[in-house]
Every structure is written in C-alpha cells, then in structure tokens.
C-alpha cells in the first residue's frame, strides 16, 4: 500500500532515521548495555526539559503517567482544569481512581485563565491541579507560564501538567516554571512511534508520593526515581523506542532547540494563513492557537467557509497526505492540521498545494 502521509494530530511522521534506530538488535534490559542507553540520553532529556532532576521514560501512553500522577499525588481532592476532550477525560480518570474531584470547565476554544484556577485554589479544598497545556481536540494552548506562577502561592498543590502535543515545540523550563509532574507521549512533537511517554517531577512530587500508601506499581513515581538513579526503568521498557529517542535527540540538538522551537511557530503561522487565505476562521480564541497544530472553524462562526470535511479529507488523502476531521462534539463542524514534529516549510508547502487542489474540487 502507497503510504499516506500523517497530518493528523498525532501520531506524525516519523522518519527513515528515526525508524532504523527503532529497529536496532535488541539488547537485555538489565544488562550495562541498556544502562549506558538510558545514561547517555540522560543529559540531554535534561536540557530539552531544562530541569536538574533524572527524566523517567514510561512503557506507555502518557495516559499511563496522567493516571499515575493522580494516584500518586492526590490526597485531598484534585482541581481537574478542563477546555476540550482530553482535559475532560482527566476529570473522569481522578473519579475513576476513587478521588475527590473536581471541574473547572471553560468553553471547548477557551484556554484555561490563571485568575480562574487562583480562585479555585484559594478555597483551600484543593491538593492538586491538572492541566493540558496543548489542548489538541480544539486547537487551544492554555498560558502555561502565568498558571504556573500561582505555585508560589500555593506551594502545597501539585501541579500537575500535561504537554503531551507541546514538549520539544517550544521551550517548556521545567525546573523555572515551578510545576510538579510534566508529561508527553513521543508520537506527538517527538515524531516516534506511539508507546513511550517521558515525565520528570519535583521533588516536593517524590515527597509527596511517599506518603501515599495505595499509588500502586507500575506508575509509582517512587520507582522510576530509585530506577533511574541507576539508569534502569522499573519495568520492561520498549528498548527499541530507547534507541529512536536516542536517535531524535541528537536530530533535536543537531537543530538547536531555539531553532526548533522557532521552525514550529513558522509553520504554526504558515498554517493559519492558509486558512485564513481561503476563507476560513480559526476554533481558538485569538492569541491562544496551538504551535504544533491548527484547529479550522468549518463555518461554526459568522464569516467563515463551510465545506464538506469528509470529501476534503479524502480528496487531500487521494494525494497522499491525512488531515483529522475534528474531533468528540465539534467533529465535522471544525478540521485539524499537525505541523509537529519534523515537519519544514517545504513539506508543509507540499501539504497546502493537495489542500488547494482539493479545495477546488469542492
């Protein structure tokens, strides 16, 4: 089959590159070898996250870790701060885990304000918080940096991130933002294949996690410390995503991380001007779009274009590239394009010449 090009919010395109270090032999994973792996990506996971403390990699979606984060943290009751599908789920997740939750709901296209959770917090109710920095069902990045500044007025809250479509998009100072877990899955702005999720915490995180008695095994933050202190994973890890990852971070610092990030806020741009260029709105409230994709208002506000998303999908998917028909309850009436990853202007450029063609056709 002729391989269609991913454009979907994830997972993206992983390349040739990437995909031969996933396929290197297969070497134990208590043995030194695995070891040195993990203890030679180790600095450079540090400075892409700019942190100080050990970066655990996770056998798992980030689900996994979210969920952990919850079990792991959660003693009170947790703030579960909600803006499209994904932030919704979490509130479910921290139910389903026997938490004491609670919503902070904004309307899907809304980010999530840091006066809003201020006052949440200032109840007192609260021992923890989760976010989704990077919204990717609507197209929404929430202001990360003036949320996270509300930690050094509730120091004793854990704040509890996910940057799951934003890690390595732009820069995310782990260490100077102050939070306390922040989470990615690696088929998002890593471009490797879905299965591996890399994390880092606090150590106010750690020590909080010690006093929890029922955070359970396989996402026990405790583990991935003691593990890692010793360059091991408290679990069998996929070794050959260890090796892509190896193989994506010298990519990453072969760019420099300025010029990363700077490559997907271009191409971020590039991609509301299509849509602009053919008439279209965007779902995010302006000045909160997404860097590494682009939610488009398919005639959802007064101005905008309406097309048929299904026959444009398959029209662009006719000439090899897949663009996401929207997602839960604005499926249809919105459309997504990932700019994520390994993407350039020239291959962005490839993908708004099939938009265009099909454009036409409509």
């Not at 004793?156 to 479509?165: G, K, L, P, Q």
């Not at 299965?195 to 006093?211: K, T």
């Not at 006719?318 to 919105?334: A, E, N, S, V």
């Not at 459309?335 to 490839?350: C, H, L, V, Y």
Request: some cysteine.
């Amino acid at each position: 089959m002729a391989h269609v090009k991913l454009h979907i919010p994830g997972p993206v395109e992983v390349s040739e590159k990437t995909f031969q270090a996933f396929c290197s032999p297969m070497i134990g994973h208590r043995g030194q070898g695995f070891k040195d792996l993990y203890a030679a990506i180790q600095p450079k996971l540090q400075a892409l996250l700019y942190t100080k403390q050990l970066v655990y990699l996770s056998t798992s979606s980030a689900w996994g870790v979210m969920e952990g984060a919850v079990r792991n943290l959660v003693t009170k009751k947790v703030l579960n701060c909600m803006c499209g599908a994904f932030s919704d789920k979490w509130f479910d997740v921290s139910k389903r885990c026997g938490k004491d939750a609670e919503a902070l709901q904004v309307p899907w296209g809304s980010p999530i304000r840091a006066e809003a959770v201020d006052r949440k917090l200032a109840t007192g109710q609260f021992d923890a918080l989760t976010i989704i920095h990077n919204e990717t069902s609507t197209g929404v990045m929430s202001p990360i940096h003036e949320i996270a500044a509300l930690k050094k007025k509730y120091p004793d809250v854990m704040f509890i991130v996910d940057t799951v479509s934003s890690m390595t998009a732009l820069k995310l100072e782990f260490d100077a933002l102050g939070i306390d877990v922040m989470i990615a899955g690696t088929q998002k702005a890593f471009a490797l294949p879905p299965g591996l999720a890399v994390f880092v915490c606090s150590p106010a995180a750690l020590a909080r996690a010690a006093a929890l008695k029922d955070r359970g095994y396989y996402f026990d933050f405790l583990e991935f410390q003691k593990n890692a202190e010793q360059s091991m994973t408290p679990s069998t890890p996929s070794i050959g995503h260890v090796f892509a990852l190896q193989s994506k971070l010298e990519d990453i610092f072969a760019e420099g991380l300025e010029a990363r990030f700077a490559r997907h806020q271009r191409l971020a741009e590039m991609t509301r001007a299509w849509a602009a260029g053919n008439g279209f709105t965007l779902f995010p409230e302006p000045g909160y779009e997404s860097v590494t994709l682009t939610c488009v208002n398919n005639g959802a506000k007064p101005g905008g274009r309406t097309v048929d998303v299904p026959k444009l999908q398959k029209l662009v998917k006719d000439q090899g590239f897949l663009i996401d028909g929207g997602y839960g309850k604005i499926k249809g009436t919105t459309f997504r394009i990932s700019n994520m990853g390994d993407e350039t202007e020239a291959t962005m450029k490839q993908l708004y010449a099939a938009l265009d063609s099909a454009m036409k056709q409509l």
